[in-house]
């Protein structure tokens, strides 16, 4: 059995998608920094939302996962592309 590659987002898209939240409130701030997280870092659904706060270095900019294999990603402006 063969993995599906996934597909990556275009530009228009991501920023398509990024729009989508209300920034208004809350939750729609909150969601577009979920959505940009995942974006930037290539987290899965279930890892973003069992990140705890101890997991990401603000320092750094860097996020760690916790799950089967561990691994660091950089995010935010200075992320390497």
Do not use: F
């Amino acid at each position: 059995m063969t993995r599906k590659i996934p597909e990556v987002l275009r530009v228009k898209e991501q920023e398509a998608l990024l729009a989508q939240p209300n920034p208004r409130y809350l939750t729609g701030q909150r969601n577009r920094v979920m959505l940009r997280l995942m974006l930037d870092t290539g987290l899965r659904l279930s890892e973003a939302i069992h990140l705890r706060w101890k997991d990401i270095d603000l320092n750094s900019g860097k996020v760690s996962d916790r799950g089967k294999v561990r691994r660091i990603e950089p995010c935010g402006p200075e992320k390497p592309t």
